[in-house]
Structures are given as C-alpha cells and as structure tokens.
C-alpha cells in the first residue's frame, strides 16, 4: 500500500509565526505535490517537486515556499502565518507526470487553522 | 473562464437512481483524465481514470469527448456509499482538479 503521511492532523498557529508542514512518502514517488483545498474553490496547487531539490511553483505560491532535501519527505514552509492561509492543506505523491494510468495518491491532510 | 469546470451540486438523488455529472476542461491540448472521489473529512482517492474509448467499472461509466472538451461520470443504481464528493481532474502539463460536486444518496 502506498502510503502518503503527514505530520499533523490539526494545527493551530497564530499571525506571524513560521508553520512547517511535513509530508512523506514511502514508494520512491519522483513527484510531490502540495495543496490546498477551501469550499468552493476546490484544490488547489501550491507547489510541486519533480526531484530532489527541484521545485516549481503552482497557482498560489505566494506566502509558501517548499523543501525536497530527500526523496521521501516534502516539505511546506508558511514563513509568516497569515488568516487567509487557514485551510485544509493536502500533500500528494505521483509515480510518472505524464501518464494516463497512474494514480496521485494523497495523505489524510493538515487542518490549519491561523489565529 | 476556469480551467476545469464542474456542477458543484448538491446532488441528492434516492437510492437506485442513476446520476450524471459533466466536467469542462479549457486546454484542448489535455492528455489524461480522471474522477477521484472524496469522502468528507478525508483525502481524494482515484475513482476511474477516463479513456477516449470510454470506460466502466460495475455500476460507473466514465467518457470523454474530446470535440466538446468535456468528460462524464454516470452513477447506475445509486447506493448510500456513494455519497461524496466526485473530483474531475485534467492533466495537460499539470494536473488540475475541478472543485468537486457533491453528491448525496437518500434512502
């Protein structure tokens, strides 16, 4: 089973402080995703890593940056909390971009809430 | 115009019904298609992937119509279990996923 897992469940961090997300995956995925997903809106992309050290930005960037030192493990940096970024945050793991039969597979997601 | 665009619904449909959802996508120049479903409080999970041939997985049909940009997903004799939220997503580049319709199955 292929298993996407992160560090907390529930979060709870006040205006200013520095928040880091952690997400692991254990099958050798090449790409990872972070998301973040509100009503109405739907999920949407933050930041996706295609190799170590290798990042690129998604649709909402700003106020996020990201970390991929290892394989397995992706991180998300809130370098100054802010309330607009309470949300429910989803890191997802994919075996091959560009391929009609592989599945991302996601972990159970971060509630954050930013006082 | 968004790049994938979905009913949010609600749908709330009696058990054994048979249910439709569409999903427009804007890049005539996407490769692969997919429905994830997603059940409250938890994370999306891969339903079906969509093929241009069209495919089915017991009581779910999904197609595809390039001409028109959209696909579909039809739900036969609708079970309670089915109640979630049905997440079409588009990859050209990247993936991008629609906001979900809501779909709720009543006895």
Redesign the interface.
Known sequence: DVKVTQSSRYLVKRTGEKVFLECVQDMDHENM?W?RQDP??????IY?SYDVKMKEK?DIPEGYSVSREKKERFSLILESASTNQTSMY?CAS?EHL????N??F????TRLTVL | RKEVEQDPGPFNVPEGATVAFNCTYSNSASQSFFWYRQDCRKEPKLLMSVYSSGNEDGRFTAQLNRASQYISLLIRDSKLSDSATYLCVVQGGKLIFGQGTELSVKP
């Not at chain 1, 109405?40 to 992309?45: I, S």
């Not at chain 1, 560009?98 to 039969?101: D, F, G, L, M, V």
């Not at chain 1, 996601?106 to 997601?109: A, I, K, N, R, T």
Request: aromatic share 28%.
């Open positions: 995703f998301y109405g809106l739907g999920l949407r992309l996706f998604g989803l994919l560009y391929s009609s039969y599945e991302q996601f972990g159970p997601g």
